[in-house]
Structures are given as structure tokens and as C-alpha cells.
């Protein structure tokens, strides 16, 4: 069984900044992309940042040079630093880890979320 536990979000002004964490327990298989997915309200989850087993990044169009995403293997925990924050990043982000064998995937798991709220 794989949980994942977000923590980090908040309020902030405009050009803040703010670091996500999310830990993993549990075990997640070895070929895996870890993600930061976002959702404002009345729109659809779209994908902030991406990070392989790999270790190929991979950002939204929109954040790119402003957030950053890592991970720590002991404990096994993913970050994203988010710089120069904008109104249009508020919404609530959530931790995804899938494990992939080619083109299958090998279990998806979602965290709870994090609420970010970036004011004007």
C-alpha cells in the first residue's frame, strides 16, 4: 500500500514563494514518475512538473524557470520549490506517483492535496 502526504501550501502575495513536500510511504515501483498535479476551481487537473526514475524533468509550459521539482530518496519525499508565484497558480496541488513497466502502468497513487492561494 502506497500513501502519499502533501504539506507546504499557504498564502502568499504575488512573487512569493512556497515549497511543497510530499512524503511516500510505502513502496512504489522502481521504473516511476513522481508528479505535481494542480487544480483550480472550475477547471480541469493539469500536470505542474514531472520527475523520472530516470531522472528526465519535465514542466508545464507556464511554470517553466519559476518552480522547481526534486526528490530525496531517504526519506522518500518530492518536492517542488515554486518562485515568482502568480495569481493563476492557486488552486490545490496534488502528489501522484505511478509506476510504469513500457506502456503499462504499475499503480497510480493520488495524495489528499495542498491548497495554494496566491494573491494580488
Known amino acids: 500500500q502506497v500513501t502519499l502526504r502533501e504539506s507546504g501550501g499557504g498564502s502568499v502575495q504575488t512573487g512569493g514563494s512556497l515549497k511543497l513536500s510530499c512524503q511516500i510511504y510505502?513502496?512504489?515501483?522502481?521504473?516511476?514518475?513522481m508528479s505535481w498535479y494542480r487544480q483550480a476551481p472550475g477547471k480541469e487537473r493539469e500536470m505542474v512538473a514531472s520527475?523520472?526514475?530516470?531522472?528526465?524533468?519535465n514542466y508545464l509550459d507556464s511554470v517553466k524557470g519559476r518552480f522547481e521539482i526534486s526528490k530525496q530518496s531517504y526519506p522518500n519525499t518530492l518536492f517542488l520549490q515554486m518562485n515568482n508565484l502568480k495569481p493563476e497558480d492557486s488552486g490545490v496541488y496534488y502528489c501522484?506517483?505511478?509506476?510504469?513497466?513500457?506502456?503499462?502502468?504499475?499503480?497510480?497513487?493520488w495524495g489528499t492535496g495542498t491548497t495554494v492561494t496566491v494573491s494580488s
Open positions: 520527475y523520472s526514475s530516470g531522472g528526465y524533468e
Open positions: 501522484n506517483a505511478r509506476g510504469v513497466h513500457g506502456s503499462a502502468r504499475v499503480g497510480d497513487y
Open positions: 510505502g513502496h512504489v515501483f522502481s521504473s516511476n514518475i
